[in-house]
């Protein structure tokens, strides 16, 4: 007589039928194809769509999350929207090419808009990344279309109000002066003064 286990196959064989039955129950105990099929879960049908749910928000993301460091990383992220909170993007697919001859116009706060902000740094358009980057900063103001990253304002400035920021791909220099800390300004117009270009304009407080 003999036995063949269901789940896993093993042939049991005696000619005595209790015999053979005790060792089919032992079989039963210790058979682990048996024990894991026992073990395994139902599989739950799928849940319905819960009518009036919120869309998803995937889209969503604060100005803080896509901030990155300036000496290393850029955000993708270059969507413009009014009031300058969007946070602008060194790299991209621009076509427009901005490399143009100093001086700063002096006037461009009443010409240009903000388009977004940089690690709090405001930023006048247009901007068109890479090759076109605008002009930086509130009172510490940079044209970066114009600068040619000599450094000599990082040189002049007794504050340490600038720290090199790459900008590959733009035509005039692959990195600029940010002006992170230009809040520190104690406005000594040491940076206007040594610019060759004439890219820096200084504006007092409230100008
Ligand atoms: S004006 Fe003077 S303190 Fe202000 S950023 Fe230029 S060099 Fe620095
Ligand atoms: S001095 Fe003028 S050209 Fe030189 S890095 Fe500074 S802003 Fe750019």
């Not at 090419?97 to 247009?126: A, L, N």
């Not at 809040?183 to 940076?191: L, Q, T, V």
Request: with cysteine; net charge negative.
């Amino acid at each position: 007589m003999e036995y063949i286990c269901e789940s896993c196959g093993t042939l049991l064989i005696h000619s005595n039928q209790i015999t053979l039955d005790s060792m089919k129950d032992v079989h039963d105990q210790l058979c682990s194809v048996k024990r894991q099929n026992i073990a395994t879960p139902i599989p739950q049908a799928p849940q319905k769509a819960i009518p009036n749910a919120q869309p998803s928000l995937s889209n969503t993301q604060s100005p803080s999350q896509a901030t990155s460091s300036p000496s290393s990383q850029q955000s993708t992220t270059a969507a413009s929207s009014p009031g300058g909170q969007t946070t602008i993007s060194l790299t991209g697919n621009g076509t427009s090419y901005s490399k143009i001859e100093g001086p700063i116009d002096p006037e461009f706060k009443t010409k240009r808009q903000v388009t977004g902000s940089f690690q709090g740094i405001k930023v006048w358009g247009p901007v068109d990344a890479p090759g076109q980057l605008g002009i930086w900063g509130t009172e510490v103001t940079v044209d970066f279309d114009i600068c040619v990253a000599d450094g000599a304002c990082i040189e002049a400035c007794p504050v340490n109000v600038y720290e090199w920021l790459d900008t590959p791909g733009h035509p005039a220099s692959e990195k600029k002066p940010f002006m992170i800390r230009e809040k520190d300004c104690i406005f000594c117009m040491a940076c206007e003064n040594v610019c060759p270009p004439q890219c820096v304009k200084i504006f007092q407080k409230g100008q």
